[in-house]
C-alpha cells in the first residue's frame, strides 16, 4: 500500500514500487471534514483536488486507487493533542503526532487488512537490516531527511515499511516525475502544518476550541511586569519579534507561565541549558539503553544533531546532557537519537 498524498513525492514512491516488480495499491488519506475550521481546505491535507491527483498517477502507472476516511482519527489522535498540548504552555509537533497514529498507526492497520505485505511512504528516510533488527537511517540527502518526524516508528513497523526516496533527492524526484508523465511533476511542496496552512496557530485554535485566550503579564525572571501579552497560545520559547514591547535591550520568550497566564521573558544567554528529560519514549534500534551513551540527539527538525551523554532513568524516561549548551530548549517538541545515519528512538521534551 502506498500512501499517495498527491504530491510529487508520493507518486515517484508508488512508481519506484512498481518499479522493484510489487504490485501496488494506492491510498489517499482524507483527512478533514467540512466541519473543520481549516481557512484554506483546499490546501488542506486529504483534499479533493490531492485526492484527484494521486488517482489520476495511479491511472498512468495501471494500479488501483482508494480513499481511506481518517478525519475522525486525525481529529483526535492530532488535531486535538496539537491544540490540548498549547493550551498547557508546550510547542507540538502534530507531524511526529500524524505518523505515529494515523500514517503508521490507521494506514498501517487498512495495509494489513488487505493483506499487504508493506507500507510505503514518500518521507525521505531508509530502512535498513542490523542484524535481525530493520532500523530507521537518514536519508541520503540529508536536507531533505525526514527522520526526525519518524522516530516513533517500531522495529516491528519499520520490518513492514519502505521509504524509496531515500536514496534519492528532491531534484532526482521531480526528475523522475517529469521523465514519467505526471501532472504533479512541479507542484509545490506543503510547507506548512496541513491543518493550518497559513501558519496562523493562534486563530486556528481559537476556531478549532471555540475559546479566547486572555491577555497577560509579561514579566522578567525576577516577576517584575513588563508588559502585556496577547494571549499565551501567540508565543512560544526563543521568541523575540512580535513581542510588542519597546525594551531597552532584547528580550527574548524563556518561560510559559499557564497557571498564572504570565509570559516570562529574558535576555540571549537565559536560553541556553545543557540538560533536558524525555518522556513518552519510543526505542526501535534498541530495547533499552543500557548505562550512559554517547549519542547524538536533534531537539528540532532543522537543527543538527548534537553531541550529547543519554541515559534511561526509566522505562518510560530519558536524561539528555549535551556537551554543548543548547538554546531554546521547547517543551513539548521532540527529542531524537542518533547513532550515525542510526535513529535510535526518541521522545517529547518534558
Not at 501496488?24 to 481549516?38: E, K
Not at 526516496?165 to 508523465?181: C, M
Not at 518561560?255 to 519514549?281: I, M, Q, S, W
Amino acid at each position: 500500500m502506498v500512501a499517495m498524498s498527491g504530491g510529487v513525492d508520493s507518486s515517484v514512491t508508488a512508481f519506484l514500487v512498481l518499479q522493484q516488480g510489487f504490485s501496488a495499491l494506492g491510498a489517499t488519506m482524507r483527512l478533514i471534514n467540512n466541519y473543520d475550521p481549516s481557512p484554506d481546505k483546499a490546501r488542506a491535507c486529504g483534499a479533493e483536488t490531492d485526492i484527484a491527483d494521486a488517482k489520476a498517477v495511479c491511472a498512468r502507472l495501471g494500479c488501483p486507487h482508494e480513499v481511506l476516511d481518517f478525519a475522525e482519527p486525525f481529529r483526535h489522535e492530532v488535531m486535538e493533542r496539537f491544540a490540548k498540548a498549547y493550551e498547557a504552555g508546550l510547542t507540538p509537533n502534530p507531524c511526529v503526532d500524524c505518523n505515529r497514529y494515523i500514517k503508521f498507526g490507521r494506514l498501517f492497520q487498512a495495509a494489513r487488512s488487505e493483506n499487504c505485505d508493506y507500507i510505503a511512504t514518500g518521507h525521505y528516510a531508509r530502512v535498513t537490516k542490523q542484524g535481525d533488527r530493520c532500523v530507521l537511517q537518514k536519508a541520503v540527502d540529508e536536507s531533505k531527511d525526514q527522520s526526525y518526524v519518524l522516530y516513533s516508528l517500531s522495529a516491528e513497523q519499520l520490518r513492514h515499511t519502505m521509504f524509496p526516496l531515500g536514496e534519492f533527492t528532491k531534484a532526482e524526484v521531480r526528475e523522475l516525475a517529469e521523465e514519467n508523465g505526471f501532472a504533479n511533476a512541479k507542484k509545490r511542496d506543503s510547507q506548512d502544518i496541513c491543518f493550518v496552512p497559513d501558519g496562523d496557530y493562534a486563530a486556528f485554535l481559537e476556531r478549532f476550541t471555540g475559546k479566547t485566550f486572555a491577555p497577560g503579564d509579561f514579566v522578567d525572571r525576577t516577576g517584575r511586569v513588563l508588559g502585556t501579552h496577547k494571549g499565551i497560545i501567540r508565543y512560544t520559547i526563543g521568541q523575540r519579534r512580535g513581542l510588542g514591547l519597546a525594551l531597552p535591550a532584547s528580550m527574548y520568550v524563556l518561560e510559559k507561565d499557564v497557571p498564572n497566564n504570565r509570559v516570562v521573558l529574558g535576555f540571549d544567554d537565559d536560553l541556553y541549558t545543557k540538560k533536558l528529560t524525555v518522556g513518552d519514549l519510543c526505542l526501535s534500534a534498541c530495547d533499552t539503553l543500557s548505562g550512559e551513551e554517547k549519542l547524538c540527539v536533534k531537539i528540532r527538525y532543522n537543527q543538527k544533531a548534537q553531541p550529547a551523554t543519554v541515559v534511561q532513568t526509566e522505562k518510560d524516561r530519558l536524561e539528555i546532557t549535551f556537551d554543548e549548551p543548547q538554546r531554546a530548549v521547547t517543551r513539548g517538541q521532540a527529542a531524537v537519537l542518533y547513532d550515525g545515519e542510526t535513529v535510535v528512538g526518541g521522545g517529547t521534551i518534558l
